[in-house]
């Protein structure tokens, strides 16, 4: 992770939390042509956040996590369901398209500084 200021970014080899979320996976089956179910730990050892996957923030105390997973027909992965289960549950989904193609990143509109107490 890098710092900048109080809050943590995410380090560029990690940059949407996948690579931890996959070394948190402890079992996985398939469940269908190109789907997969398991299990994964919600606080590994040694890890920062990453969930949601694609915006770390969340951080897990316990609990237990499944999630499923769905590729296309090449086997790239689609679609990544994950549920949290500590005293509600908590579904998030992350999905994935343009697999090979340059990403385009466009500046927001309507953007500011954030307030100073987000730094804090």
Request: glycine share 12%; aromatic share 10%.
């Amino acid at each position: 992770m890098h710092t900048r200021g109080k809050y943590e970014v995410p380090g560029m080899k990690n940059p949407i939390g996948l690579a931890t979320f996959m070394s948190a996976i402890q079992s996985m089956h398939c469940t269908g042509s190109r789907a997969y179910r398991g299990t994964f730990d919600p606080t590994p050892r040694d890890a920062d956040e990453f969930l949601p996957i694609g915006a770390p923030a969340i951080v897990v105390f316990g609990g237990t996590g499944v999630f499923t997973v769905t590729t296309d027909a090449l086997g790239w992965v689609t679609s990544i369901k994950v549920e949290l289960r500590v005293k509600e549950t908590l579904k998030m989904t992350t999905t994935f398209s343009g697999h090979g193609k340059p990403v385009k990143i466009s500046k927001p509109g309507n953007v500011g500084e954030a307030y100073d107490f987000s730094y804090d």
